[in-house]
């Protein structure tokens, strides 16, 4: 008999007729007579809810059946007696594919706290929580090569393992085979990376965007959706030392065309939760609820779904940096001194906590903030006029802060050059990325938005680390 998953066999009209369900025992309860054991197979959120008479198996059989273990069951599916759902199966034979002890298996059928959870993540998937949240997170990651597929960008691979450390986006991790205690050394006493595996000294990429440019500016409109790693000792709830990053980059695009694309990407994604991961989200939105209850009606977040709805209904605010610095100087956080840095003058980078008060107390809306100083920003980025500042922008968004960074990219390669020799960029190691600007260059823009953060966003989750099933941060990389 063909097993049946239950999500189909939820949706399914198929009252009377037999069927196979293969999953996991969430909990078992029960009488003298009948057990009721709540099955799950990770197809969807529900459980389907399996009646065993008693009299009909052998002990040793339902003994076994414990939370955690994995069962086959086939029975009549029959409408349900009880509340909560409206179908229910009536066990005629029940396999113990794989035992559970109750009394070593962690996840146990109450509420465990997120942290506990993480130390368990490699079982932490059995959950409510956790299940929901990476379905989504699937349904996002679907969402994205959709989204781009339908409009033409091609989906580029570009290297894990790079050669080159100039994108200046933040700490590298270095990749080498050479002897850590005794390795080789030049003549000036330096590792000499010469003999090591590449021939020369490598890390793991911080960014796909420099090769993404090359590709885009053959192929017209590309994007990259890849791990990316960044050896920052950031120990904070939205930072990982390993997270995915989609970057599209366009040919013919400036900054406006860029801010739209950005507008209308989150926005895509954000629609097809709703109209794909619903009943996850209301679980998701009923968790982030219960685990808010204790707090002050003004700390609590917006009830998901509403603030997914919301982004939807309103446009994203657009300011330059000088008119947000100009904000940010008169706030009252900023004149009673309540921002941990508080912001004296133009050119001041913005932190967090500035972003925040911009999208959650001025705006209450995302806000996209363009035309940063050059001096905070990467070097590719396009010069304005006023030579202080560059077509950058970053997405902000509630709860989040900076969700997206990106920029129009400077293309005339004398401005390039002078900016590389301004900020130490090694012009002779990026001669490739500068054959762009010497052949055929053109106006061309992009972005990077963090994959995680995104699903931050969408989950209501306060942790970046549970939103990627293996975290990695400083001094964690478990499993
Ligand atoms: O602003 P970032 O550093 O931009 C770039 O890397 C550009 N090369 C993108 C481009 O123009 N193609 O990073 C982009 C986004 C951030 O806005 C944030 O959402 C996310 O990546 N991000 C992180 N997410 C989790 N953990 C970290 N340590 C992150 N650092 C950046
Ligand atoms: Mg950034």
Redesign the pocket.
Known sequence: MKRIKIKDLLQSDAVGSEVLIKGWVRTKRGSKNVNFIAMNDGSCLANVQVVADVNNFNEETLKEVNTGAALAVKGELVASQGSGQKVEIVATDIEVIGGADPDKYPIQPKKHSLEFLRENAHLRFRTNTFSAVFRIRHAMAYAIHKYFNDKGFYYLHTPLITGSDA?G??QMFRVTTLDPVNPPVTEEGDVDYKQDFFGKATNLT????LE?ELGATALGEIYTFGP?F?A?N?NTT????E?W?I?P?MAFYDLKDNMDLAEDFMKYLIQYALDNCMEDLQFLSKRQQEEEKGKKADERSMELIEKLKFILDNDFVRLTYTEAIDILRNSKPNKKKKFQFVIEEWGADLQSEHERYLVEKKFKCPVILTDYPNEIK?FYMKQNDDGKTVAAM??LFPGIG??????QREENLEKLLTRMKEMDVPAEEMDWYLDTRRFGSIPHA?????F??LLLFVTGMGN?RDVIPFPRAPKNAEF
Not at 238 to 241: D, F
Not at 446 to 450: A, T
């Open positions: 994108e986006a933040g911080v960014s796909g965007q993404g990316t960044r920052e950031s939205r930072h990982l030392s997270f990053m970057e980059e990467a970053d997405v900076e969700i997206i960074g990106g920029s992009g972005f990077g938005l963090g995680e953060r970046i």
